[in-house]
């Protein structure tokens, strides 16, 4: 039986991301030998509020030039081209999916930032890096995955400088049960591993991390999808057409229990920054 590292990765393969997206691309009109970040948009911001979340955990972190980010659960890519894009820093991703990787590097290639951002496979709980690599650290609905978390938030303690922040975007559990499956990150709750706000924020601290700034963005999650729905004339709305590209044909369903798990309080979406001590 595959153990749940091979399972989350199993989750996430597929061979064929980047043709599928580059194809999207020119059904849309756009110069695929001339893309940008922002023409990738809409097919890999690949979490909760999509770009909008991105651009808000950015300004949150407010990289400089100078700064070195690690991306952790950095998918294919999108928020460390963004960075490197609209920050001018240089980012470093890390994924466990191999396939992932290949179309996150792949893609940004085709968008000219090769000497900012890299891309490494690896596991979180065992980073590749030496201590004290990084500047600042930056996740994305990533951690659900992760079993040992106290592990992983020592790792990202390990590779983060003394003083160097991390920006998080995370889905937690809530009061009232747990999330509907299937959802974006787990079909079935044998890769889901959910802990509350406090649990979260208690281990984070544990780990070497101060809290700066800790915020619930579950009601603007809500208020997002409802804006979404009602722009679609009141029918309901499944996610991103992009991301179905990539995430496969029942992704409508899963993202549906997303919302409904927001709205009945079964999970809570939290942002927070945090400051290595």
């Known amino acids: 039986m595959a153990n749940a ?8 393969a ?29 097919f890999d911001h690949f979490h909760g509020r999509r770009l909008e979340a ?31 894009y609209h920050y001018r820093c240089r980012v470093t991703g890390l994924d466990l999916t191999p396939e992932f990787i290949a179309a996150a590097e792949f893609l940004t290639a085709r968008t000219g930032l090769t000497d900012r951002v890299s891309f490494r496979q690896g596991n979180a ?15 994305q609905n990533a951690v659900m995955n992760i079993a040992d978390r106290p592990r992983l938030y020592a790792e990202m303690a390990r590779v983060l400088k003394p003083g160097g922040r991390l920006a998080m975007q995370d889905v937690a ?22 802990h509350t706000p406090q649990e979260t924020r208690a281990m984070l601290e544990a780990a070497g991390f101060r809290v700066l700034v800790w915020l619930d963005n ?9 804006a979404e729905r009602a722009k679609a004339g009141g029918a ?41 001590v």
């Not at 559990?173 to 079935?188: I, K, Y």
Request: glycine fraction near 8%.
């Open 54 to 84: 991105t651009e808000e955990l950015a300004r949150l972190l407010a990289p400089q030039a100078e700064t070195h980010v690690l991306d952790v659960g950095c998918g294919i890519g999108g928020p460390a081209r963004y960075l490197a």
């Open 5 to 12: 590292t091979d399972q989350v990765a199993a989750h996430y």
């Open 236 to 276: 309901p709305v499944a996610s991103s057409p992009g991301l179905q590209l990539i995430a496969g044909e029942d992704f409508p369903e899963r993202a549906r229990n997303t919302a409904r798990s927001l709205r009945e309080g079964r999970t809570l979406l939290i942002n927070g920054l945090l400051e290595r």
């Open 173 to 194: 559990q809530g009061p009232a049960g747990p999330p509907l499956f299937p959802v974006p990150w787990a079909r079935d709750p044998s890769i889901s591993f959910l």
């Open 14 to 42: 597929r061979s064929d991301i980047a043709e599928t997206i580059l194809q999207a691309m020119r059904a849309a009109g756009k110069d695929i030998e001339r893309l940008t970040p922002d023409d990738l948009a809409e």
């Open 125 to 139: 709980t065992a980073m590749p890096f030496a201590d004290a690599s990084f500047d600042a650290l930056w996740t």
């Open 218 to 226: 579950s009601a603007a999650a809500i208020a997002q999808a409802a």
